[in-house]
């Protein structure tokens, strides 16, 4: 039976084998938290990333582009929601799949705070590229940035996760 | 003026360092929160025995917990509290103040 703890303290061995101890149950945690997300959904925020840039550049075209700019409010507000909507879903999902807290700092910060910060400066930066120069390529290639992010990031996950495994 | 030097040691904590309660609460440190059922997995402890260790936990306002329905099942999920999230660390900085260098 183990004591309810009111032993002396530990040794510095004893202590470095709880260290130790603790260290394995971090791991072992940290490598669950980065179970990969499920393809459908990695397909579906890969396409809001997609569609995101284009729909703003067409929203804030001048002259209309191809579509009239409340088409492509609309376009780019009902693919924000459904991301939204699927978004609730696959945390849920994964978090009754893998019985711990979706956490939102697995990866590097390094990495992920300027991706956070770059990524809307792309989006927004390609829009008014394209919305002055009226070359749609600013906005195709804002929209292949995001679909490589979102298939880099669950590669990341894919590869973190069987390591850590 | 004064200094005041705070003492690693002080962050002993007795209640914490059964081993078991002590792995539970670095799950749930690193977890934030989780599903009793994995926490039972990751100890590899039965399910009473766990049941135990989370009470004395619960009972120091350490651990509190959540119930959930999934697939018609309750699910307890359980979290540390502010006090045990800090009770905790303080534990680890005493235990690699022991270790030393």
């Not at chain 1, 084998?17 to 179970?35: E, G, N, Q, Y």
């Not at chain 1, 376009?75 to 009754?96: G, I, K, N, Q, S």
Request: hydrophobic residues 50%; proline residues 5%.
């Amino acid at each position: 039976m183990e004591s309810n703890g009111e032993s002396l303290r530990p040794t510095p061995a004893q202590a470095r084998a709880a260290l130790d101890d603790t260290a394995r149950i971090r791991a072992s945690v940290t490598a669950r938290a980065a179970t990969p997300w499920p393809l459908w959904f990695v397909a579906t925020i890969t396409a809001m990333l997609v569609v995101l840039p284009i729909a703003l550049g067409g929203f804030l075209a001048e002259p209309a582009w191809l579509m009239p700019q409340w088409a492509w409010l609309l376009t780019m507000l009902a693919t924000e929601a459904v991301f939204f909507v699927f978004f609730a879903v696959a945390a849920r999902d994964w978090c009754a799949r893998t019985g711990v807290a979706l956490r939102f700092d697995v990866l590097p910060k390094r990495v992920t705070v300027p991706l956070i910060v770059g990524m809307p400066l792309v989006v927004l930066g390609s829009a008014y590229a394209f919305r002055h120069t009226g070359q749609p390529l600013w906005l195709y290639g804002a929209a292949g940035v995001g679909a490589a992010v979102s298939i880099g990031f669950h590669l990341w996950f894919v590869r973190l996760h069987r390591k850590a495994s | 003026m004064s200094t005041s030097t705070t003492d690693p040691m002080d962050g002993f904590n007795a209640t914490i360092h059964a081993p078991n309660r002590l792995r539970i609460c670095a799950l749930l440190d690193t977890a934030g929160e989780a599903e009793f059922g994995v926490i039972q997995e990751q100890l590899g402890v039965s399910a009473s025995v766990l049941s135990k260790h989370v009470t004395v936990l619960m009972d120091a306002g350490y651990v509190e917990q959540r119930k959930a329905v999934r697939d018609t099942r309750q699910r307890v999920w359980l979290r540390l509290t502010r006090q045990g999230q800090d009770a905790y660390r303080a534990h680890h900085a005493a235990l690699r103040a022991i270790v030393g260098p």
